[in-house]
């Protein structure tokens, strides 16, 4: 002892900044004899702390309690000075009890550094051990300087402790026994309740169990052995105590919906308890989002935090209700509420971190796990004297049975009358429909009958004008092309609203540059207008389409948009970007469409209110959304009335293609 005396005395200059901490009794605390330094951006090399501890950036940690900086992003260095009790250096051990920690380095003085972490498998850490633990030398005469560097994914908690070799033994035997009884309790539970289940085909069991299950093993995690099992398999690392604890969530709450019937007893509080459901689902996926698993520990805290409140609730007005088995339920929450609130406020740095704070979780889950059970078992107890209650009124039921038989027949009367009604009803429905194909056909008659009308006579006037050597006339061969082209029209309207569903299924995709095609299909002499087409800034940009079928919408665009234009109103044609898709637009100087007609146009056989009509069945832009539809783009319309519309089809466009 006069020795290290001498040595500290020699040393005060160099050490009036950092107390130097000397092993007592086997174990010593280290937390509240460091000193601290944050790397918000954790960029630091050892260089620069130590640059950084020479001008006394670091700061004491006084508080009480292990080392907690709560749910931060930073890395943390943590500087501590050990000095030994002989003469000659001897093996010693610094703990770091927390299982969550990612990244840990120590640095030793002679430059060595040792790197270990949550994720890395048991056979590669320094020491053996469900924590992180490195072995270090010291000597009383040689007091050394040590620097740790900390980071986490989750709560960044760092409680550090000094062992001498065979104290740690003692301790960590001691500690896997106690360990190893949690797990045999907990698995001894399992087991029952699932030959439980086995037997009595109970879904109650099976909640509990499921609850058991993912309990113990987010405990596992917790404890530190993820390294020495699930390590070995190449367990996503993202997926840890937040999705088990998640998934448990889901089975507790479950569990107590059907254990209360909350369904029927409280149907409020029912949705409440889904939407709890629902919350942990959500967390419970949070890796699959690749969403950080700090995001996750708070979204967990916060939910366990809401989610212990509102099941002590509910358990509370069931009880006053008269479930007498929730009394049980009720201590088993309320267990559980005060650990989970406990490890909460612990991952915010809102309690101190010690043995209590560190261990409750697994004390109170394992207390609520057995409170579980006793309610299971209550309530066998309490179905056993249901059944004796109900053989004491079955000659009760006997004499009420045929008095149910009679509601029964009456019952079925009166099913038997709702189902004619129905059949009626369904009856009548069909009769409407066909009225509506005979008056559909009807229209195709009337609509058919006027060109053929037109064609008769005009074939007829032809054929005495040829008779007579007269040469037929451009105004009557005029007269008999536009009627043929009607006749023609109203064929295709008709027939092309079921052959191009069949054309749907069997797409024929090929890739065309946008700006000829455009050019060669404007200027076909398909095109039954007399309105100048006019193209404006046309994109030559790859689409991969149906040409047929987009030719098809395109010219019904067209047409539509020569029925109601003006004689000599140009009709326009350009290109639209979007981010992901290109569009083509056709724009008239019509009357307009109302926006409350403008979702109704695209539908079988409608034609806009208030518009002039016009010739046809109601079938062009119906045929056009379709095609859209099949090629995943969309077919959108800008009007109002007495500005003209702008009809725009929007094809899809590579991702390669689109927009940034």
């Known amino acids: 002892m006069k020795r290290i005396l001498m040595v500290l005395i020699a040393l005060l200059p160099t050490l009036a900044t ?71 250096p001897a093996p010693y051990l610094i703990e770091v009890g927390f299982y969550g920690l990612t990244d840990l380095r120590l640095f030793y003085p002679d430059g060595t550094v040792v790197e270990t972490g949550q994720y890395q498998p048991a056979a590669n850490r320094p020491w053996p051990h469900r924590h992180p633990v490195f072995p270090i030398q010291l000597a009383s005469d040689a007091p050394q300087t040590y620097y ?40 001894a539970l399992l087991l029952f309740n699932f030959f439980l289940f086995l037997s009595l085909r109970d879904r109650n069991y099976l909640l509990y169990c499921g609850f058991l299950l993912f309990a113990a093993s987010g405990m596992w995690f917790m404890n530190g052995f993820g390294a020495y099992s699930l390590a070995l398999v190449d367990w996503p690392r993202s997926i840890g105590t937040n999705t088990l604890f998640s998934i448990a969530g889901v089975f507790a709450v479950e569990f107590l919906r059907q254990f209360l019937d909350t369904r029927r007893s409280v149907p409020r509080a029912d949705w409440l308890l889904r939407g709890l459901m629902v919350a942990f689902t959500v967390v419970a996926a949070f890796p699959l989002l690749d969403l950080p698993v700090r995001i996750g520990v708070i979204s967990l805290s916060a939910l366990a935090v809401l989610a212990g409140p509102s099941m002590l609730a509910v358990t509370v007005i069931c009880w006053l209700a008269g479930y007498r088995s929730a009394r049980f339920l009720l201590a088993a929450w309320a267990v559980l509420l005060l650990a989970v609130g406990i490890q909460a406020a612990r991952n915010f740095a809102l309690v101190p971190t010690n043995a209590v704070t560190l261990n409750l979780m697994q004390i109170g889950s394992l207390l609520d796990m057995l409170l579980l059970s006793f309610a299971l078992a209550d309530r066998i107890q309490a179905e056993r004297r249901a059944r004796e209650h109900a053989q004491d009124i079955a000659l009760e039921a006997e004499a009420e049975l045929v008095q149910g038989l009679r509601d029964s027949e009456r019952q079925l009367e009166r099913k038997v009358q709702d189902r004619t009604e129905a059949l009626e009803s369904a009856l009548n429905r069909e009769r409407e429909t066909l009225n509506q194909y005979i008056e559909f056909g009807a229209l195709i008659a009337h609509e058919f009958r006027n060109p053929l009308a037109i064609i008769s006579n005009q074939t007829e006037l032809a054929r005495l004008e040829q008779q007579r050597d007269h040469v037929l006339s451009d105004e009557r061969l005029q007269a008999i092309d536009r009627a043929a082209e009607r006749l023609r029209g109203l064929f295709d309207e008709w027939l092309k609203s079921d052959r191009l569903h069949d054309r749907l299924d069997a797409m ?8 000829d095609w455009l050019a060669r299909v404007l ?109 995943g783009g969309s077919v959108t319309v800008d009007s109002s009335p007495g500005r003209g519309s702008v009809f725009t089809l929007w094809i899809p466009l590579p991702p390669s293609q689109s927009l940034p």
């Open 18 to 88: 950092a107390a130097v901490i000397a092993p007592d009794d086997g174990r010593t605390r280290l937390d509240s004899q460091v000193a601290v330094l944050e790397d918000p951006t954790g960029g630091k090399t050892i260089g620069e702390v130590r640059a950084a501890d020479a001008a006394g950036a670091f700061v004491s940690n006084d508080g009480i309690g292990g080392l907690n900086f709560g749910l931060s992003a930073s890395v943390y260095w943590l500087r501590f000075t050990l000095v030994g009790n002989t003469p000659e």
């Open 523 to 631: 200027h076909s002499s398909d095109l039954r207008v007399t309105h100048s087409i006019v193209i404006e800034s046309i994109d030559a940009v790859p689409v991969v389409v149906d040409e047929a079928l987009l030719t098809t919408a395109l010219h019904n665009l067209i047409d539509n948009a020569a029925k109601y234009s003006p004689a000599g109103a140009p009709i326009r044609v350009r290109t639209r970007r979007a981010l992901d898709c290109i569009g083509i637009a056709v724009s008239d100087e019509g009357a307009g469409i109302d926006e409350a007609e403008q979702a109704a146009i695209f539908r079988k056989h409608h034609q806009a209110a208030g518009r002039p009509r016009k010739q046809g069945l109601g079938l062009g832009l119906y045929l056009v959304a379709e095609v859209m539809r099949a090629h």
């Open 508 to 515: 024929e995709r090929q890739t065309i540059n946008l700006d």
């Open 148 to 187: 740790l560097r900390v980071a986490s994914v989750g709560s960044l908690t760092t409680p550090l402790t000094l062992w001498e070799p065979a104290t740690f033994s003692y301790a960590t035997q001691t500690d896997y026994l106690w360990t190893a009884a949690y797990y045999g309790v907990a698995g």
